[in-house]
């Protein structure tokens, strides 16, 4: 509905013909007197100021004051902007260009607030055709154009058709003839479209054909004007092709042609009240009776002074230049207004910028303070496991510790008990010695000499066994402090024969003092070639002795089990544990061997693991294998392997490199 | 009257020989040494008939001195020799089991000669 009416505006607009304004008129009248809402009413009224627009300016205007203030009052801005434009174009009829120019721009200026470019165009063609009366034909151009351009974007025919018509008229007052030519010939064609012959075209082409010299060409086009205005009923077009076809026939000095259609030319102007045409007139029958009645020209003159006074007068250009001053000014604060904004939008990036340049730093912060915390924490897990490792260090050297006084203890006994053996020879023989020498003073008094020299015989010979014996504790002594003390890891040259002899016995005598049903025959094979080698003694007679212990375990525990059963013929159980020793390729091999009833390729696979055991709980640290596997491979570089057959017993080979 | 001392040590019989010289000198004594619980068996059965007191070890390679103790009781019956034990492993264990197999006595190392002398000397006769 809206769309519609303002295409019936702009179509009353252009194409007003008294008559059918009339009916026009009466139609709008009724619209307005049954419109029941604002916009409908609001959009009658606008109608009544267009078609009040010439001839009727006062109520033109008052009925667009009305629809002006009642589209304020419901914030209605196309119809302000429709009012303001038509209001514009009454005033620029009646002469009064300053106020059209600012009606108009104001017009403008809405429309741009709204984004309603489309409602424009009329305000557009109100500034430039001010413009062209002002001269001003650039700024004329660059309004017309930007109608031209709306015109194509909203697809408005009768924009095109008037905007074009508009432009030719520029070209033509700029003396671009041919630009002037080619945009009225465009015009023609689209009012052609919409069905109408436009009086105003003929007269710019006469205006063009006129400049070309073509007078006759130029007459026939502003008789075409003038009969398409009277006919179209249009005063405003007919006004201006009387006043031409005047200008004619004064240049080709027919000056009673002239009289007659300057004359009727100043009617119709007077009718519409255009001043622009009652002053051309005017001025042209001033010139017109000059020569021949001083009087009317004068009258005449006057009337051409009034009108150009009001038009061109110092008032009017004045406030135009104001206007033009204030537009301007207006212009440039938008612009301002706009570079503004834009530096708002730049300082709104700049600061939307820094913000996410904040959010960032903050995220990397937080980042770094939780990669800081993560760091602590795994520094304080760190310092956890760091102490664990050493309470777990400490711990196992504990457990090496306990191990070594587990074997000691197993030890002890034997010992304490087998130091009573030199003990007994040394004890007695000294006490035999004091015995013999007693009879031997007795002997010495007799002067048995010979006697004497087979007791001293005797003495001495009971003094070397007491020399041998106490030698033989102080070792048995020797070797369980060696035993105790911790290894210093230092290899020294041992006697390795005599270190696996020595533990074999202590073993062995350790094993019966603490239990006494234990027996077993002991075997050695030691190879002499062998010589001392460079071990660390504590250790490898820690790892003989547990072998041995292990070996005695095994042939005792077989023992038991076959007393256990019923003894068959011939299949009688000797508990065997023989220790051997021997250098093959460069390296020393030392066997522990026995006939207990080895061991299943189960428990084969974790001997040597830690605390595994299967001696009764109590009774084993489980360590003693895992233990001297350490010793011989760590240790000594060596290799500790095991040979086992089970039911028929288990041989330990230390492989020792020279 | 003989004894058979049963020891791994070859050194005892030295120390024998001249801890009872005088009782080996008046004929006393006939000292007769062992070094293994095998070897004192070989000597008894092969004779047969010696009136024999036996002082005899316990630890030992082999068999041990409270199995031969345990043989002798069992094989010997009437009447079985006198058999001392002579040990260094003196403890409550080896004196009960010892006295169970039917020990005579039991002894510990360092033997007190004078001692050993008093408990030979009623059975010497």
């Known amino acids: ?658 | 009257m003989k004894v058979l001392v049963v020891d791994d040590e070859k050194d005892v019989q030295v120390l024998f020989e001249q801890r009872f010289r005088k009782e080996i000198k008046s004929g006393e004594m006939d000292l007769v040494f062992a070094f293994s619980g095998e070897e004192a068996l070989e000597y008894m059965q092969a004779n047969e008939h010696e009136a024999v007191l036996i002082l005899s070890d316990i630890n030992m390679p082999g068999m041990s001195g409270l199995e031969l103790l345990k043989h002798i009781k069992e094989k010997y019956e009437k009447p079985p020799p006198v058999v001392m034990m002579i040990t260094a492993y003196g403890d409550d264990e080896n004196y009960n089991l010892a006295m169970k197999l039917g020990a005579d006595d039991f002894l510990t190392k360092p033997v007190d000669f004078i001692s050993l002398k008093e408990k030979l000397k009623p059975r010497l006769a």
């Open chain 1, 1 to 658: 509905m809206k769309k519609i009416l303002f295409l019936t505006l702009l179509l009353v607009a252009y194409a007003n013909a008294f008559t059918q304004s009339r009916e026009e008129i009466t139609d709008l009248q009724h619209r307005l007197a049954i419109a029941k809402d604002d916009t409908s009413r609001i959009n009658a009224q606008i109608g009544m100021c267009y078609m009040y627009r010439l001839g009727n300016s006062d109520s033109s205007l008052l009925y667009g004051q009305r629809a002006l203030k009642l589209s304020e009052q419901i914030n209605y801005p196309k119809g302000e902007i429709l009012a303001l434009s038509v209001m514009g174009l009454t005033m620029q009829q009646l002469g009064n260009l300053p106020k059209a120019l600012e009606l108009a721009f104001k017009a403008l200026g809405i429309a741009k607030t709204y984004n309603l470019e489309d409602l424009t165009g009329v305000a557009l063609n109100d500034i430039g055709e001010t413009y062209i009366i002002l001269k001003d034909y650039p700024k004329a151009l660059h309004y017309l154009h930007i109608q031209k351009s709306n015109s194509e974007a909203y697809g408005s025919e009768e924009g095109l058709a008037y905007s074009k018509y508009d432009l030719g008229v520029v070209f033509k007052e700029m003396n671009q003839l041919d630009s002037a030519l080619f945009y009225e010939q465009q015009a023609i064609g689209h009012f052609k479209i919409i069905n109408r012959e436009e009086p105003l075209v003929y007269a710019a082409l006469g205006d063009i054909e006129m400049k070309s010299g073509k007078n006759i060409e130029a007459l026939k086009f502003y008789k075409q004007s003038l009969q398409s205005s009277l006919t179209n009923n249009e005063r405003r077009a007919s006004a201006s092709a009387y006043n031409k076809i005047a200008i004619f026939f004064n240049l080709v000095n027919q000056r009673d042609s002239a009289i007659y259609y300057a004359t009727k030319g100043l009617e119709e102007s007077t009718i519409i009240s255009k001043k622009k045409t009652i002053q051309e007139a005017a001025a042209l029958l001033s010139v017109l009776y000059e020569s021949t009645d001083a009087k009317e020209s004068l009258r005449y003159l006057k009337i051409a002074d009034t009108y150009k006074d009001s038009l061109f007068g110092t008032g009017n250009l004045q406030a135009v230049q104001t206007l033009v001053a204030h537009e301007e000014q207006r212009q440039k604060e938008i612009k301002a207004t706009k570079i503004e904004y834009q530096n708002q939008l730049k300082q709104y990036a700049l600061m939307a910028g820094l913000a996410m340049l904040l959010l960032i730093a903050f995220f990397l912060y937080r980042n770094n303070r939780k990669e800081k915390n993560a760091k602590n924490v795994l520094q304080q897990k760190n310092k956890v496991i760091e102490q664990t490792l050493i309470n777990l260090k400490s711990t196992q050297t504990q457990l090496i510790q306990s191990e070594k006084m587990a074997s000691l203890g197993e030890l002890t006994a034997g010992i304490a008990h087998e130091i009573q053996n030199p003990l007994n020879f040394v004890n007695n023989f000294s006490e035999v010695n004091t015995e013999l020498i007693d009879e031997l003073s007795q002997e010495v008094d007799k002067g048995n000499l010979d006697e004497v020299k087979a007791l001293a015989k005797d003495i001495k010979e009971n003094e070397q066994k007491i020399n041998h014996h106490g030698k033989r504790a102080d070792a048995i002594v020797k070797g369980m402090l060696q035993h105790s003390r911790s290894s210093n890891g230092v290899k020294d040259p041992t006697d390795i024969n005599a270190l696996c002899d020595e533990y074999l016995r202590l073993s062995y005598h350790g094993l019966r003092a603490k239990d006494n049903t234990l027996n077993a025959t002991m075997k050695t094979d030691f190879d002499p070639s062998i010589g001392n080698i460079n071990i660390i003694p504590q250790d490898i007679g820690r790892v003989v002795l547990n072998l041995l212990t292990n070996a005695f375990y095994a042939v005792d525990e077989k023992k038991k089990a076959c007393q256990a059963e019923p003894v068959e013929a011939g299949k009688v159980y000797e508990p065997t544990v023989s220790i051997s020793t021997k250098k093959i390729n460069g390296k020393v091999e030392i066997t522990v061997k026995d006939n207990g009833n080895g061991i299943s390729e189960a428990v084969k696979e974790k001997i040597f693991q830690p605390f595994f055991t299967t001696k009764p709980t109590g009774l084993g640290t489980g360590l003693g294998l895992s233990l001297s596997y350490d010793i011989i491979t760590k240790g000594h570089a060596g290799e500790l392997k095991v040979e086992t057959k089970e039911g028929e017993g288990s041989n330990f080979i230390i492989i020792l490199p020279v």
